[in-house]
């Protein structure tokens, strides 16, 4: 079973809308969590860090059920520039630095 | 401005060369990554280092190599490169303490033909 699952998409949404993408991690004892962004034939960077009550950051909301080890993120009144891969990130739960493990990631394109 | 580059960024190699792609970072972390994207993967780690002198095996390390002589500086080698190893990849760093953000580098595309 992969540590971290993602549905792959693709997102098709018009702008303006409202879209959510879901995430499922398979270590029960992960401790940290994130959404990475990733553009086309470019790096991976971090969008934000999803902390356990919840957060958010202007369009973009994190959610973290660890009940369920379920993570989400929703982008409201999206635009062009939103247009990317998201990769969802899940620590093991180990210490040290090699410890993250990546999704697959979620396509996403939103539409004039 | 603090940065991780990598070179080149695209290369194209016969079956069986040796290939070394280079990565460099100048925030003085100590923690340093490679990893290789393919379609239908994650991002999967093939070596990283803590810091000088220190390599360690990744989940996907066999037929690459790291060496760590410098804090700034972990070049990643394909012994012998095969088909199977075309891929991007990718470079990260870290600091040595706190958080868990990694850096990338602009990755490398590489085609073994």
């Known amino acids: 079973r992969k540590e971290v699952e993602q549905d792959p998409g693709p997102f098709n949404v018009p702008e303006g809308a409202t879209v959510a993408f879901n995430c499922t991690y398979s270590?029960?004892?992960?401790?940290?969590f994130f959404w990475y962004r990733q553009d086309c034939r470019k790096e991976p960077k971090l969008l934000m860090s999803v902390y356990s009550s919840g957060n958010e950051d202007g369009r973009f909301t994190a959610q973290l059920n660890r009940a369920s080890q379920y993570i989400s993120l929703l982008i409201r009144d999206s635009k062009l520039s939103d247009s990317a891969t998201y990769l969802c990130?899940?620590?093991?739960?180990?210490?040290?630095?090699?410890?993250?493990?990546f999704g697959t990631g979620t396509r996403l394109t939103v539409i004039p | 401005d603090a940065e991780i580059t990598q070179s080149p960024r695209h290369k194209i190699t016969e079956t069986g060369r040796q290939v070394t792609l280079a990565c460099h970072q100048t925030?003085?972390?100590?923690?340093m990554f490679w990893y290789r994207q393919d379609l239908g993967h994650g991002l999967r780690l093939i070596h990283y280092s803590y810091g000088v002198q220190d390599t360690n095996k990744g989940e996907v390390s066999d037929g690459y190599s790291v060496s760590r002589s410098n804090t700034e500086d972990l070049p990643l080698t394909l012994e012998s490169a095969a088909s199977s190893q075309t891929s991007v990849y990718f470079c990260?760093?870290?600091?040595?303490?706190?958080?868990?953000?990694?850096?990338f580098g602009p990755g490398t595309r590489l085609t073994v033909t």
């Open positions: 270590n029960s004892a992960s401790q940290s």
């Open positions: 990130v899940v620590n093991n739960g180990l210490t040290g630095a090699n410890n993250l493990f």
């Open positions: 990260a760093s870290r600091p040595g303490t706190g958080g868990h953000e990694q850096y």
């Open positions: 925030w003085n972390h100590n923690n």
